[in-house]
């Protein structure tokens, strides 16, 4: 094989051209992970951080585009999947509502969250003095 530059081999048949063009693979599964993964976290602070809602809602935006430009115009076309991903994504999905409420109603009783003015009583013995 002839080389134009050094590091640009000169293809000799279609078979170097497609292998050239063909995209990467698509991982259903990795794609499934890094959004439960960014769901999970959001939904485990957002009571006392409520910005995450948005945050969120740009991922799963950014996600649903981003996977469609690589499924519908760079990757190779990926192998049928059944809906188990989809299931067990929806499995988890009362977990992370669960830990949400028990986060924040931890968060919430802790003492150090809302600190208490001083009480009355003891304001009144200090004017005294």
């Given at each position: 094989?002839?080389?134009?530059?050094?590091?640009?081999?000169?293809?000799?048949?279609?078979?170097?051209?497609?292998?050239a063009t063909v995209g990467p693979d698509f991982y259903l599964s990795t794609?499934?992970?890094?959004?439960?993964?960014?769901?999970?976290?959001?939904?485990?602070?957002?009571?006392?951080?409520?910005?995450?809602?948005?945050?969120?809602?740009?991922?799963?935006?950014?996600?649903?585009?981003?996977?469609?430009?690589?499924?519908?115009?760079?990757?190779?076309?990926?192998?049928?999947?059944?809906?188990?991903?989809?299931?067990?994504?929806?499995?988890?999905?009362?977990?992370?509502?669960?830990?949400?409420?028990?986060?924040?109603?931890?968060?919430?009783?802790?003492?150090?969250?809302?600190?208490?003015?001083?009480?009355?009583?003891?304001?009144?013995?200090?004017?005294?003095?």
């Open positions: 094989m002839s080389c134009i530059l050094p590091c640009m081999p000169l293809p000799l048949m279609q078979a170097d051209l497609d292998k794609r499934y992970g890094m959004l439960m993964n960014s769901m999970m976290v959001c939904l485990l602070f957002s009571a006392g951080i409520p910005l995450l809602y948005f945050v969120a809602g740009l991922v799963c935006f950014a996600t649903y585009a981003v996977d469609k430009i690589m499924l519908l115009r760079i990757a190779r076309q990926p192998p049928q999947f059944d809906q188990s991903l989809t299931k067990q994504f929806l499995r988890i999905i009362p977990v992370g509502i669960l830990l949400h409420s028990l986060w924040g109603v931890w968060m919430f009783s802790s003492a150090g969250m809302w600190p208490r003015p001083p009480s009355t009583h003891s304001e009144k013995k200090k004017s005294k003095l």
